[in-house]
Nanobody, 123 residues
């Protein structure tokens, strides 16, 4: 069992930056591929980014490429999402998730989820 706790969300103006963290407990994070997803009110959960266990393979949704960066520190059991040039349409609850095997972009592939952290971008 893996417990995931996100932090770092908040209110930021358009063009600003936030860094989200996802701290894991229960099992070593190095056993898992990790993903970030987001969900805005009335919308489906959306893929943001993913990283494999060794951090040498990352992927991003098209709208996040060049603005968001995913990284991980297995020694600290933590995954990060650096978000730059934020836009009002980035407003959502952001979730981190863990899965064994290869990283993926489909949320149903993931076995463990955090409770989410709210990101609000004002115009």
């Amino acid at each position: 069992q893996v417990q995931l706790v996100e932090s770092g969300g908040g209110l930021v103006q358009a063009g600003g930056s936030l860094r989200l963290s996802c701290a894991a407990s229960g099992r070593a994070l190095s056993n898992f591929a990790m993903g970030w997803f987001r969900q805005a009110p009335g919308k489906e959960r959306e893929f943001v980014s993913a990283i494999n266990w060794s951090a040498d393979l990352t992927s991003y949704a098209d709208s996040m490429k060049g603005r968001f960066t995913i990284s991980r520190d297995n020694a600290k059991n933590t995954v990060y999402l650096q978000m730059n040039s934020l836009k009002p349409e980035d407003t959502a609850v952001y979730y981190c998730a863990a899965k064994q095997g290869y990283s993926g972009s489909y949320y149903l592939e993931y076995d463990y989820w955090g409770q989410g952290t709210q990101v609000t971008v004002s115009s």
